[in-house]
């Protein structure tokens, strides 16, 4: 039908078709069951189309059998969130996916700004602690997109990076070195950057981490996804 055309007739306000015709050999729209090609930092413009052609093999190699144990359907991201997805559309979504997990805050809230939501910071010296005790999957990896912008607010924005892993007698180990993130750009944009940074030792199942985020720099900052996650 022409819905394989991306056109659903008469469907949210559209007007019906005056023709029925459809082209032959015409573009097919892909599926929802399809997942685009997973973004990373070597992904372009050059190769999304093919990468998407591949996706059907893709995901059928990645998607566990009916018959497998349901107990071994883990997550991948045991802790992940983005900004303007259909299940983070506004900011008690954001709180809501956040309250479990963080601990020590000072000056971070989740705020919608210019139509943008993130968790932000407001004050200087802001911080916040995550903390996810008995890891249900490994992790090795941390993403975090983070806006950059402009003007005075933005002036001097900077955030200090720190994640651990749980050791003996209460102790934390460091599981990559501090990163620093600035929030400001020359740019008179407003754009969101990704920031993927690996482990230099996986957090095994059953294992817990704590990451340590603090505004080392400026008064405002602004968080719009995290994630957590493994390899596939």
Known sequence: ??????YSDGSYGLPHLRSRMEIPNGPVIRGDDIVPPELTKNTS????????QKAPAVVSSKCRSPTDDA??????CPFAWVCGLQTMKDEKHLRRMMRPRVRDVDGWNAEKDSGKMGYVAMKTGASFTVLYEALPSVVN???????KSYGEKWDGSKISVKVYQNGDAGSW???????EITGF??????VTYTYNMDFKMELPVGSSFKMDIALIGGSYFKIQGMAFCGSW
């Open 1 to 6: 039908g022409m819905g394989q055309y991306g």
């Open 45 to 52: 413009l050059d190769t999304i189309s093919q990468l998407w």
């Open 71 to 76: 107990t071994n359907a883990t997550p991948m």
């Open 141 to 147: 990896s941390l993403t975090l997109m983070v806006m």
């Open 173 to 179: 180990i460091p599981v990559m070195e501090e990163k």
């Open 185 to 190: 750009h020359e740019s008179h944009y407003s």
